[in-house]
């Protein structure tokens, strides 16, 4: 999984299958900004979960 980049902003999603927990980590150009961390279930998370978690950051941050 990549990152996803929007209106200047990039989220880098990282995970851990034994925990079941990941974070998208917020940069605005090189400087990080915060992290989000999510739950999951099965072998990774779904592709739309971490989309669903940048598309509300993007929405709460006016981005």
Same mark, same amino acid.
């Given at each position: ?7 200047? $902003?990039?989220?880098? &999603? ?6 079941? *927990?990941?974070?998208?980590?917020? $940069? *605005?150009?090189? #400087? ?12 990774? &998370? ?9 598309? #509300? $950051?993007?929405?709460?941050? *006016?981005?």
């Amino acid at each position: 999984m990549g990152a996803i980049e929007r209106g200047g $902003y990039r989220f880098v &999603p990282e995970f851990s299958v034994i925990q079941q *927990n990941g974070a998208v980590h917020v $940069y *605005n150009k090189d #400087q990080f900004i915060e992290e989000i961390q999510f739950q999951f279930s099965g072998k990774f &998370p779904e592709l739309d979960q971490i989309e669903d978690l940048v598309d #509300q $950051y993007c929405h709460q941050h *006016n981005i």
